[in-house]
């Protein structure tokens, strides 16, 4: 019984920490948007956020479902009238994959813009 506590507490970590990889500011270099992930551990939920300067806007995405490695979202952009399902796949620390489907239907890297950790 111990084992199984321990697998399972092992396992809730892991993902607690595969979760917490998704969290910061991400870029492309083909959009002037930047994406904002931020996890709550206490609530176990994910917020994700778009701005633009360029643009002079923020978008919010909506949370559909959470596998492993993928976060799955859908997002309408009020300004040009577009919806899309994306869904991020964690490619390594740095990178995320972005699948976009619906208006638009691409894929995209985003790459994770270093920060100052001292945030926490």
């Not at 909506?62 to 899309?84: P, Q, R």
Request: net charge negative; aromatic share 12%; with cysteine.
């Amino acid at each position: 019984m111990k084992l199984l506590l321990t697998a399972l507490l092992l396992t809730s970590l892991s993902a607690k920490a595969q979760m917490e990889k998704f969290e910061g500011v991400w870029t492309s270099p083909t959009s002037s948007y930047f994406t904002t992930i931020m996890y709550n551990e206490e609530k176990d939920q994910f917020k994700i956020i778009n701005f633009s300067f360029k643009e002079d806007e923020v978008i919010y995405e909506k949370i559909t479902k959470v596998e492993d490695d993928k976060i799955f979202t859908s997002l309408h952009n009020e300004s040009n009238s577009y919806s899309v399902n994306v869904i991020y796949e964690l490619l390594n620390d740095d990178q995320i994959l972005c699948v976009f489907e619906g208006d638009i239907n691409r894929r995209v890297a985003i790459t994770r813009m270093p920060m100052d950790k001292n945030y926490d």
